[in-house]
């Protein structure tokens, strides 16, 4: 079988055409970065209008490239949230329009389970697993018992790990996005140079928190007053130090709650655009192998948001006999543990 994906949920426009095998004829991405880069975040209607512009000059590029028509597939997968909605709508209202043009199944994708299940294609891991989905909107620890079946253990009461990343690129005014820049930065700069707080570091405690953190980070800056580039990679390393504590933290709660039901399970995936930070993979990594498990991820194209992943989750779907209808509504929010089969 053949699928083909679309993903808008922020201010990716991407296509992706794969094979129930795991093959990619095609992955085609137009990044706005550069469009939102001036006004320091994406901005949501700015988002969807590009994706209405962009779209259907990627999906002409996805096939030519794959060399097959549109003829030739068997699905269309399209992310139908959780995401900023209008760009949700952009790509939903795409996929159904070709779906019932073609006379083709039509599947709407959790933006988050195709994070989830991603790694699986890349690195062929077997259910069940604990995944760690970590990106600009979302921060959770999740056991993905089997398709469709996902057991929340904790998720951010507040901000998210990546959002906390571009605040603090922003108020070091150092660019955007902010992810891979503050890594950058903190690769020259001295990780206990300053003390953050590491919020809800208790027993047994699983939820994340950093709405507290960015505050510290941005009352250091405020007394340092004259920011030198090397200030800038101290608080860099230093608040990258600061949430791969905490991260690790939390994994390491979590892994009693998994190892509990899941005693025989050894593996551990950390997917989402903040999985593509080498120095939280890394240190989390070495934690995690001292106590007998393997930490997986995807290839740092596929940490980001793509549509590789839902192209791959939507054939995961179409195999378990699942098709969404064309009625189908956007979601601007939908948790994992509220996708029904």
Not at 19 to 25: A, M, Q, Y
Not at 155 to 172: H, M, N, S, Y
Request: charged share 25%; net charge neutral.
């Amino acid at each position: 079988m053949i699928i083909f994906g679309i993903e808008t949920s922020c201010d990716e426009t991407a296509v992706a055409i794969l094979n129930s095998d795991g093959h990619i004829f095609s992955n085609k991405l137009i990044s706005q970065i550069d469009i939102h880069k001036k006004f320091g975040g994406v901005v949501p209607e700015i988002a969807a209008r590009s994706h209405v512009e962009f779209l259907p000059h990627l999906v002409e590029e996805a096939f030519k490239e794959a060399k097959i028509s549109i003829k030739d597939i068997d699905a269309i997968a399209a992310t139908g949230g959780p995401g900023l909605i209008g760009g949700v709508m952009v790509g939903v209202m795409y996929g159904k329009t070709l779906a019932s043009c073609m006379s083709k199944k039509f599947i709407a994708v959790n933006h988050l389970e195709g994070h989830a299940l991603v790694p699986r294609m890349t690195e062929n891991i077997e259910y069940p697993y604990l995944l760690l989905l970590v990106s600009g909107g979302h921060c959770q620890i999740v056991i993905v018992e089997e398709l469709g079946k996902y057991y929340i253990i904790s998720r951010t009461i507040d901000d998210a790990a990546g959002e906390a990343f571009d605040k603090v690129a922003k108020l070091l005014n150092i660019g955007y996005p902010g992810g891979p820049i503050v890594e950058q930065y903190a690769k020259k700069g001295n990780e206990r140079a300053f003390e953050f707080p590491k919020p809800m570091l208790k027993k047994a405690e699983y939820n994340f928190s950093f709405s507290g953190l960015k505050t510290a980070v941005r009352n250091q800056i405020h007394k340092l007053g004259e920011i030198s580039e090397e200030d800038k990679a101290d608080v860099c390393a230093s608040f990258q130090y600061t949430v791969s504590k905490i991260i690790n933290y939390k994994i390491l709660q979590a892994l009693k709650l998994f190892g509990s039901k899941f005693p025989n399970s050894k593996n551990i995936v950390i997917s989402g655009g903040v999985a593509a930070n080498q120095y939280l993979r890394n240190k989390l990594g070495e934690n995690v192998k001292n106590l007998g498990y393997k930490l997986f991820y995807p290839p740092i194209d596929l940490c980001t948001d793509n549509a590789v992943m839902i192209a791959y989750a939507g054939m995961e779907r179409l195999k378990a006999g699942f098709r969404s209808n064309l009625d189908f509504e956007p979601k601007s929010r939908w948790n994992l543990d509220e996708i029904i089969y």
